[in-house]
């Protein structure tokens, strides 16, 4: 089934290490995304890559870091730079062929907690 | 800066009821709106977009949303509730300078049997 995975599902990390989120999809779209959702704010955007060898910050970038190194992976990795990372991860893409469409396909999402 | 509020946190509704999730909007330009779900621990659907046209735009499992101008409104609509609808619902955006989705906060839809 064509689709977008994420992993862990849940993932429990010491302060002060790195962790790094999987984000792989099938889909052949161009786009992707990483969001974090926290509790009463919605979503904010992390990083985005239009294509291959390509990514560009969002809204709250400081403390994270991306690659693109393959059409179909995405991964996020939260350093330890980022001082409340406790929330949930979500990775999306967009079906648009020659432009964004806005109609984002999304993930199970990851569910970091730092103890 | 475009933006998007949905100013309820909660809406309760019982099952059969018509139901109603707001949102308003804030664009310099002509507005490209969206509507998500997001079930708990899950990722975001899309339900419906309008572009353009119509001002009531048909989405997935039977939702529905009406645009108004001149009230900068896209609320969420379905003539009648079911308990399985419960779940978390986004409006957003698209900031036509940058083509990114701007998210609102959400609003949580209970629907009580």
């Known amino acids: 089934d064509g689709g977008i995975t994420q992993s862990p599902k849940y993932l429990f990390r010491k302060e002060g290490q790195n962790v790094t989120l999987s984000c792989e999809q099938n889909?052949?779209?161009?786009?992707m995304y990483w969001y974090r959702q926290d509790p009463g704010q919605g979503l904010r955007l992390i990083y985005y890559?239009?294509?291959?060898?390509?990514?560009q910050k969002g809204d709250i970038a400081e403390g994270y870091s991306v690659s693109r190194e393959k059409k179909e992976s995405f991964p996020l990795t939260v350093t330890s730079a980022q001082k409340n990372p406790t929330a949930f991860y979500l990775c999306?893409?967009?079906?648009?062929?020659?432009?964004?469409?806005?109609?984002?396909?999304f993930g199970e999402g990851s569910r970091l907690t730092v103890l | 800066a475009q933006s998007v509020a949905q100013p309820e946190d909660q809406v309760n509704v019982a099952e059969g009821n018509p139901l109603t999730v707001k949102c308003t909007y804030s664009?310099?330009?002509?507005?490209?709106l969206f509507w998500y779900v997001q079930y708990p621990n899950r990722g975001l659907q899309f339900l419906l977009k309008?572009?353009?046209?119509?001002?009531l735009v048909k989405g997935s499992y039977g939702f529905e949303a009406e645009f108004n101008k001149s009230q900068t409104s896209f609320h969420l609509k379905k003539p009648s509730a079911l308990v399985s609808d419960s779940a978390l619902y986004f409006c957003?955006?698209?900031?036509?300078?940058?083509?990114?989705?701007?998210f609102g906060t959400g609003t949580r839809l209970q629907v009580f049997p």
């Open positions: 999306a893409t967009d079906r648009g062929l020659t432009g964004n469409t806005g109609e984002l396909f």
């Open positions: 889909l052949n779209h161009d786009a």
């Open positions: 890559s239009q294509i291959v060898n390509d990514f």
């Open positions: 664009v310099s330009g002509n507005p490209y």
């Open positions: 309008y572009i353009t046209g119509d001002n």
């Open positions: 957003a955006v698209r900031d036509l300078n940058t083509d990114k989705l701007i």
